[in-house]
Structures are given as structure tokens and as C-alpha cells.
């Protein structure tokens, strides 16, 4: 009777975090980002050692709790008042030497308390010469994103043509950690409860079940810590990604100082000039001279037709009779 008993407590005890998971699914691209190669919810529990209940995370820096926000308090960086956003930059820019500006980039990173996540510097083959390119990754406080994003638009000579793309994007995950949130006191409450009833158990069996039970809690908690993790590292950090180009590996062909390119262009912008020019004076005709033209010729062609009009009725003169 007793082990009947303990059996049913178990199973109360895991329907609660169950119902709380089955709330919420992870995104297919985070869960990808975040498992890593930390393995299967088994081949994590047989991991887990048989300690003592694992405590509450300590919030990082890119984590809201409203209930513990104190008022007046700053918002965090990379998020609004009380949203968790990641924001991520992807840009393209073209510069005299890509070594330099990669170099530079680095620096920044490092200056603003980021770090590089990945760097190369390599050569491309285009029109039967080599060009240097490169390409980098770094991570900066989210807080000073558009800070980072402005050094990096000061490598450029002219910003309007040598960046090609900028694209700033932002994801909300504050509704997914919440979620994660929950999930985790429940578990650990769960954990706490099968630990007392471990102590109690007097039977080997009962103490094997009990422990195999709390030891599939403890893979699920490490696996909801990793994710909180992810975001709060995510928000806290904004990744920028640039790809650096070369002036002289995109400049137009020349053949002894001339430009088709350049030709091409100059007629396209005549083009548009006679065309602005046309539309210019067609739009002053209608709207300017039209209107002045109709009042002048109304009233003259009105006097005209009355004058024709009146010498229309004029008696003619009778003819005088010849002797």
C-alpha cells in the first residue's frame, strides 16, 4: 500500500511541470543555436549528478523581471523598458584597403568591451586579377549598437555609394523567456518535493524510481538554463556582421582613360534631364499658360465677333444710277 502511494505522489508531482511545458515550444532556429552539441535530454540526465536541489538562476544582463525591476531603475541594454529584443546588424561596405578597415573593426569591438567571433582576410579573382577581401563578426553591447555601426560607416569615403547594405534587425523574445521562466520554478519545485520524498523512502526500489525521476528534472532544468541563457546573452550582445570589399575589385573597366560605365551613365542622366524638362514645361503650359491664354483670348475673340456682328447690319449705300 505504501509503494502505491508513493508511486501516485510521484505522478502528481510531474503532471505540474508537464502541463507548464506543453505551454510553449521552442523556435526550430534558437533551439539550433542553443543545443550546440550538448546532446539529447537523456544523454544530459545521465550526466546530472545526484546532488542537492540546483538553485534559482542569477539573472544576466539582458534579463526583465518586472516584479524585481526596481522603479526608476534604467532600462537594460538592448531591450525597451520592459521587452528582452536581440538586435543584429549585417552590412557591406567598400574601402580603399579591407585589411585596415578589418583590423579597425576589431579594435572597436574590443574598445566597447565586445569581442570577435570570427575574422579572414582573403583574395578573389575577378576580371584575371587578385583582389583582398574580407569578412567579420563581432559582438558589441547591445546598448551601443548604432554607436558601433556609425565607426564602422566612417571607414567608407563616400557612405552614400561604399555601403551597399545595411540591414538592422530585431527580434522580441521576451514572451519565450517568460515562458522558460515558469517552466523552470516548476521543475525546480517538482525536484525539491521527489528530494523529500526520497528521504522518506525506505525501500531500495522506491529510492532507484525516485532518483531516476529526479535525475530527468535536472537534464530538463539544465536544458531550460541553457535556453535563458541564449537570451540573455543574445540581448546583451548585438552581433554585426560586415563584408569588406575592395575599391579596386568593383571599379568599372577603363580602356585607355575611357569608361563605358561612366559613358552609360552620363546618357542615362541626360536622359533624365531632357525627360525632367519635358514634364517641366508640359506642366507650366497646362497649368500657367493655358489659363493666361484663355483669359486674354476670350474677351479679344468677343469684341471681334461683336464688331463683325455690327458691320454685318450697317445699311449698304443705295447704287447711283448712271445717265
Known sequence: MRRWLLALSIVLLLALPACSAAKSAMPTSVEDQYNGGRGTTGEMAAQAPAAAPMPFPTPGPG?????????????????????MVIRNADMS????????????ISNMAN???????TSSLYQIVRNSQE?????ITVRVPAGR???????????VENPVDDIPKL????QDVTEEYTDLEAQLRNLQQTEAQLLEIMEQANRTEDVLMVFNEITRIRGQIEQIQGRMSYYERAAALSSISVMIQAEEAIAPITVAGWSPRGVARDAIQALINAGQWLVSAAIWLVI?????????????AGVYFLVRRFLRRKPK?????QP
Open 288 to 300: 500657367y499658360f493655358l489659363p493666361v491664354a484663355l483669359i486674354i483670348a476670350l474677351p479679344a
Open 145 to 155: 549598437l548604432d554607436e558601433a555601426i556609425d565607426t564602422i560607416k566612417n571607414l
Open 111 to 117: 574598445s566597447m568591451g565586445g569581442f570577435v567571433v
Open 131 to 135: 583582389f583582398p577581401e574580407a569578412y
Open 317 to 321: 449705300p443705295a447704287p447711283v444710277e
Open 63 to 83: 534579463f526583465y523581471d518586472g516584479a524585481a525591476q526596481e522603479e526608476g531603475a534604467p532600462p537594460i541594454a538592448g531591450q525597451t523598458t520592459d521587452r
Open 167 to 170: 540591414n538592422i534587425s530585431g
Open 93 to 104: 561596405i567598400v574601402v580603399e584597403d579591407p585589411g585596415t578597415a578589418l583590423t579597425r
